[in-house]
Every structure is written in structure tokens, then in C-alpha cells.
């Protein structure tokens, strides 16, 4: 019976594998855990410092004649909520630009102004037009 055969040869090789040091197995299991809450720890803060920046973008709008927004479809992408927003979900940041295009922030087009730190936010909305 080929089956059986097969079953017992694998039992076999099983008994006769090394075991794994107790040791080495919770150093592994120890470092998974510490590069994870390090992954995570790396990527709360990256959200949060695009969090500031998009933040301080919107106080720079309002200035240039932007408004803040309710919730509603964003003109550019359709959709009540951006795809990956790295705001809260339950509230997603809208802006609207002086022409009246509701807009989720992340849906703005941003460039740099003169290679400098700070970024100059156009509406996508008015760029087709």
C-alpha cells in the first residue's frame, strides 16, 4: 500500500528532524515582535508628520482665498471618502477652492515652490478647465 507506506516514511522523517532550540524559537518570535511595533511605530509617525504638513497646507489656503469644507463628493475622485486617507476615516478633510470645487485635500495637486520646504497646492478641477 503505497499510501500507508508514504504516511510512515514521512512519520519517520518527522521523528528524526532536530528539534528547535526553545531558545532560538522565543529570540525569533521576540524579534518579529520588535521589528512589528517598530514598523508600526515608524509608520504612525510618518502619517503623522503628513497629517501637520497637510494641516498647515490648508491653513496656507484658507489665506489664499480657499475655504474648509463639509463632508461631500470630492470633484476629482468621485467619492465621499479619499482611498487612502491618512486622516481620521470618520472625517475626512475637504477643501474648496475659490471657484467652488469641493475637494478632498489629498486629491490636491501639490508642487514645490523655488526647491523650497514649502508646497503650493492647485486645484485639479480648475487645471482641466
Known amino acids: 500500500m503505497p499510501n500507508e507506506r508514504d504516511a510512515i516514511a514521512r512519520l519517520f522523517r518527522r521523528a528524526l528532524q532536530p528539534r528547535p532550540d526553545p531558545e532560538d524559537v522565543e529570540r525569533n518570535a521576540?524579534?518579529?515582535l520588535v521589528s512589528r511595533a517598530m514598523r508600526q511605530r515608524e509608520r504612525r509617525e510618518l502619517r503623522r508628520a503628513i497629517r501637520a504638513v497637510f494641516a498647515r497646507l490648508v491653513v496656507q489656503l484658507r489665506r489664499q482665498g480657499w475655504t474648509t469644507a463639509g463632508a461631500s463628493v470630492c470633484a476629482e475622485c468621485a467619492n465621499d471618502r479619499p482611498h487612502h486617507s491618512f486622516w481620521s476615516k470618520l472625517r475626512p478633510q475637504y477643501v474648496t477652492c475659490p471657484r467652488g470645487h469641493r475637494l478632498h485635500v489629498e486629491c490636491l495637486h501639490l508642487r514645490t515652490i523655488?526647491?523650497?520646504l514649502d508646497v503650493e497646492a492647485l486645484?485639479?478641477?480648475?487645471?482641466?478647465?
Open 30 to 32: 521576540v524579534e518579529r
Open 114 to 116: 523655488d526647491n523650497e
Open 123 to 129: 486645484c485639479p478641477r480648475c487645471l482641466a478647465a
